[in-house]
């Protein structure tokens, strides 16, 4: 079985620069989450989606991040205009409505973006 | 305000020595997870525990849930240079999980 999948795994781009990133969770997952980790850093939930419905969007930086998953299978993390500050690895996590109370996520290589 | 301390942060040992990683807090969480990480790749999940006080073993790791499910620790017999990375511990509140800023393990040979 396919993990999840994102890309790309690196993006280096020029502050004031639109980046966008993809991700494609585990088939039959219906909960993925966008987090951000800073190096040495434990990852900082962003966004949660359950099927295409943003339930916890409270860590979004709304004036220049932005989310979707229109028919709630993949989805994709956009930032406009980026700044120097985020870079960081940015990675997509998926789990199971069948995980409960465990919410065992599932965790994707990551986007190392790097703002110059 | 870090919702989950783990310590120590960093720890640099030789193979074959013991280690015990420690994840504190102040909240009560339903379940606690263990990941490891390793450059350049995700979190990989190592162990759930879910009921205060339960012990879980994975070969030479051995994973402890405090009884109030408040706390939580790691324990690696005879380190291996394999078990370098990034050991993050995460609490599951509210539907979602709170990570610990991690501890970075180096296992030299």
């Known amino acids: 079985e396919a993990g999840v999948v994102q890309s790309p795994r690196y993006k280096i781009i020029e502050k004031k620069q639109p980046v966008a990133f993809w991700c494609n969770p585990i088939?039959?997952?219906?909960?993925l989450y966008w987090y951000l980790q800073n190096l040495g850093q434990g990852p900082e939930l962003l966004i949660r989606?359950?099927?295409?419905?943003?339930?916890?969007d409270s860590q979004l930086p709304k004036d220049r991040f932005s989310a979707e998953r229109l028919k709630g299978v993949d989805s994709t993390l956009k930032i406009q205009p980026a700044e120097l500050g985020d870079s960081a690895v940015y990675l997509c996590?998926?789990?199971?409505?069948?995980?409960?109370?465990?919410?065992?996520?599932?965790f994707g290589p990551g986007t190392r973006l790097t703002v110059l | 305000t870090q919702l989950l301390e783990q310590s120590p942060q960093f720890l640099s040992i030789q193979e074959g020595e013991n280690l015990t990683v420690y994840c504190n807090s102040s909240?009560?969480?339903?379940?606690l997870q263990w990941y490891r990480q390793e450059p350049g790749e995700g979190p990989v999940l190592l162990v759930t525990?879910?009921?205060?006080?339960e012990v879980k073993k994975l070969k030479r790791l051995t994973f402890q849930f405090g009884d109030a499910r408040k706390d939580s620790s790691l324990h690696i017999t005879a380190a291996q240079p394999g078990d370098t990375g990034l050991y993050l511990c995460a609490g599951a509140k509210g539907g979602k999980l709170i990570f610990g800023q991690g501890t970075e393990l180096s296992v030299k040979p």
């Open positions: 996590a998926s789990s199971s409505t069948g995980s409960g109370s465990y919410n065992e996520q599932f």
């Open positions: 989606y359950e099927n295409e419905e943003a339930v916890d």
């Open positions: 909240s009560v969480f339903s379940s």
């Open positions: 088939s039959g997952h219906n909960t």
């Open positions: 525990v879910v009921t205060g006080g």
